[in-house]
Structures are given as structure tokens and as C-alpha cells.
């Protein structure tokens, strides 16, 4: 799957603002899920032998549809539509509208839960996704988030893979002096799962612990640590670490957003737009 990290910064022109930069940040783990991890069917989004991925912070839905697009699920002319009146693709995720979205998202510290009665009844059912991998965006910080930890490693769900976004960044700044939350590793491994933590933009490196997550054998939930960089890609450092939502200006036939262009101005990019397993360059630009 090729997937080109400028459909995120695309989508977000239509509504002249959007989730851009956590976006950039997450889209080669997106890729890696898609195209590497999971099985599905595009053209039977709710096949019952599929593997359900749940993104649990609804906004980051601009980065969820482009990968739905590369995934053949929904058609490219529809990320034309995102955030519209009507449109499939609202700027937070919603189960009802999109296929492919497994749940509706938004509600911070839901998707864990979720994920974890869903992987249950799987189980319980022995139904033939009874042992599929259940993938989960989910980002710490909910109190609810650590006591659906708990319960996974209780009933010891092995079909569940989460995968938290360590971005380092929240709505008031650097998260780690807002309030700190390492070391993860060791909290994950005290509440009994099997932890990995990688560059979540290092594409082999989110393909190996894919790759280390499925074919673990022990009876343990699995936790994927992926640090990330909001605005991978956008060459403007200042703006991904100072804010989390990334304003378009509007189009007028003229203007564009400067996170887009700069992503992709031929003179700043060092790869082609859609790229397979790879996003555009690390260089960066102080703007």
C-alpha cells in the first residue's frame, strides 16, 4: 500500500482547518496496520473474519481516512468531502457514517474499553475472529484508559494489540511537564502485557513489532509503544511542536495551507508524493 502523506494536509483544505499534524505524526503507523498487520476485505468492510482496528481519538480520523483510501475501502474522490454537510467523512470518527470506522471515537478514553469488551466477546463467541488481532489507537492520560489495562491482562486477551501515540505534546504544551507519565515501558509490563516500543515513524521498525506482536505466544495483551513526531514531514518544526490542530488558510485558488505547501514544494521533498512504506524527508525547515 502506498500511502502519501499529503492526503491528511488534502483533506484538511476542504474545511480550511484540521487535525493535520497529529495526522503527519501517525500516518506510518496507519500504513504499517493496513498494509502490513491486518487482514480485510475493501470490498466487505464488515467481513466477520476481518481485523478491527479502533481509533480511539476521533480526530485523528483525517489520518484514518486517507489510510481507508489507500486501502481501497472508501474512493479517493470522497476525501474531497471530509467534514462537508452529509459527507461519510466527518472530522471525527463516527461508526454510523464511514465504512471501515469501527467505532465512534471522540469521547476520550473510550477506545481501550472498547477494544477490550470487543476482543471478550470474540473470544466468547469462538466465532471464526475469535482470534484475530483487535488493533486500538489509544492515547494515556484517562483513568478508565489504566483500569481497561488491567481488565485485558486479567482475562488475558492475546488477540488484542494496542497501540499507543507517544507524541509528547497535549493541548497546553510538552506533556511530560504537564503531567508525567514515564516510564511507560515499566507501567505496561507491571499491569501484565507484552511491551514493545519503537520510532512509530520508522516503518521496518513498526513492521517488526507488528510482525513480534502476532507471533508472540505467550497468553498477554500486547502494547506497541510508537514515538511519533507531529507534523512528520511538514519541514515546520515550530508549528508541530506548538500546536496540536493545524490551521489551513482558505483556498481561493491561490492560497494553500503552509503546512501543505511546504510539504510539497518539489524543492523540499526528497521522495516522490505516494511513496510505498515511506514518508517524506526529516530535513526541516524553520519558518
Known amino acids: 500500500m ?18 493535520i499534524g497529529r495526522a503527519l505524526g501517525y500516518a506510518d503507523v496507519l ?3 493496513f498494509s502490513h498487520a491486518m487482514t480485510y476485505r475493501p470490498e466487505d468492510p464488515e467481513w466477520e473474519g476481518r481485523d478491527r482496528f479502533l481509533l480511539s481519538h476521533g480526530h485523528y480520523a483525517i489520518a484514518y481516512y486517507a489510510a481507508l483510501l489507500e486501502a481501497g475501502i472508501i474512493p479517493e474522490a470522497e476525501l474531497e468531502t471530509y467534514g462537508s454537510d452529509d459527507s461519510r467523512l466527518p472530522m471525527s470518527g463516527m461508526a ?9 471515537g471522540g469521547s476520550l478514553g473510550q477506545g481501550l474499553s472498547i477494544a477490550v469488551g470487543m476482543a471478550l466477546g470474540l473470544r466468547q463467541k469462538q466465532s471464526k475472529a475469535s ?9 494515556a492520560g484517562r483513568r478508565v484508559d489504566w483500569e481497561a489495562a488491567m481488565s ?17 505534546q497535549q493541548a497546553d504544551g510538552d506533556s511530560r511537564k504537564i503531567l508525567g507519565f514515564e516510564p511507560l515501558q515499566d507501567k505496561w509490563a507491571a499491569f501484565g502485557w507484552y511491551v514493545q516500543r519503537v520510532d512509530g515513524n520508522d516503518l521496518p521498525a513498526v513492521m517488526a513489532a507488528f510482525d513480534n506482536a502476532k507471533s ?20 515546520s518544526s515550530k508549528p508541530a511542536i506548538k500546536t496540536i490542530l493545524f490551521a489551513s488558510m482558505p483556498t481561493n ?9 511546504l510539504t510539497n514544494r518539489k524543492e523540499c521533498c526528497n521522495e516522490p508524493e505516494s511513496t510505498p512504506f515511506k514518508n517524506v524527508g526529516d530535513d526541516r525547515l524553520d519558518c
Not at 482470534?131 to 492515547?139: A, K
Open 2 to 19: 502506498a500511502y502519501s502523506p499529503l492526503r491528511p494536509a488534502n483533506g484538511g483544505e476542504v474545511q480550511g482547518q484540521g487535525y
Open 31 to 33: 500504513a504499517t496496520a
Open 96 to 104: 454510523t457514517y464511514t465504512p471501515g470506522m469501527e467505532m465512534s
Open 131 to 139: 482470534g484475530l488481532q483487535l488493533h486500538v489507537r489509544w492515547g
Open 152 to 168: 485485558a491482562a486479567h482475562y488475558g486477551l492475546s488477540n488484542l494489540i494496542n497501540l499507543v501515540d507517544v507524541n509528547k
Open 216 to 235: 508472540y505466544s505467550g497468553n498477554q495483551p500486547r502494547v506497541i509503544l510508537c514515538d511519533t513526531l507531529m507534523g512528520k514531514g511538514c519541514r
Open 253 to 261: 485558488g491561490k492560497k494553500r495551507s503552509r503546512c501543505w505547501t
